[in-house]
């Protein structure tokens, strides 16, 4: 057999993650997410100065939510919760033309429903838009612009949930980089399409709709060279394997809402912002964009190489090893979204400032974004306990138990918007309702995970966290001095603004790292 061919039994293992590769990988997948984060921040200040916030944004903002939410559902949550598990148990178990015939018939089904559902909402935009965006109704040019925004954009949601599927696939055998990286894409289309192609329209941003659909081409493409590689390109193969299908779906189901509740309740957050005035929607987006830097970067990464690992353990009937990777994987948590939830804190109107601010994106702009996003930030670290927590139930193919914990959480959520929305908190309240939500779906997910004795703390908590606080507390009083008053910033050029944030930034870093070094803590520690 080649190097290159994949293997054809039960014994086949190229690819595979083993536990003592979990950081390396980790990291390689952190550094593609990173390229793309960076060139997304890139988009974002692109955006920002080029149209500020107005109605059009809003409509755009709003329009892509809907395919940009199911993305967020099938990339990074359900379908790869469901789909995962399986594929590596049919790995282990079965022979190579049985995982090909899986794939085959997972495409097939998967594109099937979507084509329908895609040509059912482009067609009935104009009625299925009303409850989406109830408050742009009363504003007939902005509705009109929000449903034409949306029969482009929906599309997309066909191309990246097959792009989904290849990416599953990929980092199933261990070939993390290329699925981390292939988000950029989008980045790179909204970028392009927004210097080069918005100057020639009557409605500049179009321009940002047509370059949704654009990236989802070039993002399905981009996977396909890769799978031919392993001989796994999706080619749908309907019928051939009904009983591995119909497993994903009774999986995914029940995944699709209780892995994904924070993704529910920020499209819910967009939704009541549409009811408040013209800027609100825009303002969540770039709150959550900041907030989605760390949480995009580290916390899916981390669930990325988890959940393989995991499926893995479980198949094996590994207990122990199952329980030291959900321990490893909450440290590491704890470890990043503390310092990252710090800085979003301190450096809100810094780092608002320094990006997005002129006269499409005035001051008035910049303290609005900085009080959702800190809210948001308050969240960051039960946002990423969700991400790493999760897997350990769809690992175990239990989808019952996250869906019961994510009922709670999103009822919790919706009756926090109403008393926030009533108490006249606008936009910041609908950010801090999600943040408080996700931290009641992250201590349910964690307190049942630890009542199915299949995780426990492991020795050496208190201390950890006495170490992680103490380099906390020393980084903010530095960041704090160092930052002065948000006001200055005003007055400085946008160069002199990005070097003291980038300093702020790496002294920060370089700050908590000496600290945690002091207090004894080793890399060789993380190191698995």
């Known amino acids: 057999m080649s190097s290159d061919q994949p293997a054809t039994g039960p014994s086949e293992s190229p690819g595979q993650t083993s536990s003592e590769g979990l950081l390396r990988s980790s990291g390689v997948t952190g550094s593609m997410t990173l390229i793309s984060r960076v060139l997304g921040l890139v988009r974002d200040i692109v955006i920002a100065r080029l149209f500020g916030t107005s109605d059009a944004t809003d409509a755009f903002f709003l329009a892509n939510k809907i395919p940009n939410f199911m993305r967020r559902l099938f990339a990074e949550g359900a379908f790869s919760q469901a789909f995962v598990p399986i594929l590596s148990e049919y790995r282990s178990q079965k022979p190579f033309e049985a995982v090909q015939n899986l794939i085959g018939a997972t495409a097939a089904s998967l594109g099937g429903f979507l084509f329908i559902i895609t040509l059912v909402v482009v067609i009935a935009a104009p009625y299925l838009a009303v409850p989406i965006a109830y408050g742009f109704t009363d504003e007939p040019e902005k509705f009109a612009l929000f449903v034409q925004m949306l029969r482009i954009t929906f599309p997309y949601l066909l191309l990246i949930s097959l792009t989904a599927l290849c990416s599953a696939i990929l ?16 980045n790179v289309s909204l970028i392009g399409c927004s210097l080069l192609l918005a100057p020639y329209l009557r409605q500049p941003e179009l321009a940002l709709a047509w370059a949704v659909l654009i990236a989802g081409f070039a993002q399905l493409l981009f996977q396909l060279p890769f799978l031919a590689h392993l001989r796994l390109v999706p080619v749908p193969r309907p019928n051939r394997d009904k009983e591995g299908v119909s497993r994903i779906k009774q999986l995914m189901l029940p995944a699709l809402f209780g892995v994904s509740v924070s993704q529910i309740n920020l499209l819910l957050d967009t939704v009541i912002a549409s009811l408040l005035v013209t800027g609100s929607v825009s303002w969540l987006y770039y709150s959550d964009r900041l907030m989605e830097l760390p949480l995009g970067t580290f916390g899916i990464a981390i669930a990325i190489v988890v959940l393989p690992s995991l499926s893995r353990h479980h198949a094996e009937s590994s207990s122990e090893a199952f329980s030291e990777t959900l321990d490893w994987a909450m440290r590491l948590v704890v470890l990043i979204a503390m310092p990252a939830t710090i800085g979003l804190l301190v450096l809100a109107e810094p780092l608002l400032i320094t990006l997005f601010q002129n006269q499409n994106f005035p001051v008035e702009d910049v303290v609005s974004s900085a009080g959702s996003l800190r809210a948001y ?10 991400k790493v927590f999760a897997p350990g139930f769809y690992a175990r193919q239990d989808t019952a138990t996250p869906v019961r914990i994510g009922v709670i959480a999103m009822s919790a959520n919706m009756v926090l918007n109403l008393l926030f929305y009533l108490g006249g908190w606008a936009h910041v309240g609908l950010a801090l309702a999600t943040s408080l939500a996700a931290y009641l779906n992250a201590g349910g997910l964690l307190l049942m995970l630890k009542r199915s004795d299949v995780f426990r703390l492991y020795p050496g908590w208190p201390r950890f966290l006495f170490q992680v606080l103490l380099a906390n507390v020393i980084m903010m009083i530095f960041v704090l001095y160092g930052s002065g008053s948000w006001s200055e910033w005003l007055d400085w050029s946008v160069l002199d603004q990005a070097v003291r944030l980038i300093f702020l930034v790496l002294a920060g870093i370089v700050i908590y790292l000496a600290v945690l070094f002091a207090t004894g803590m080793r890399w060789s520690q993380f190191n698995r």
Request: charged fraction near 5%; avoid cysteine; charge should be positive.
């Open 171 to 186: 980092n199933s055998y261990g070939r993390f980089a290329v699925p981390a990286l292939t988000p950029a894409l989008l």
């Open 377 to 386: 930030a308050v969240g960051l670290l039960a946002f990423m306990g969700v």
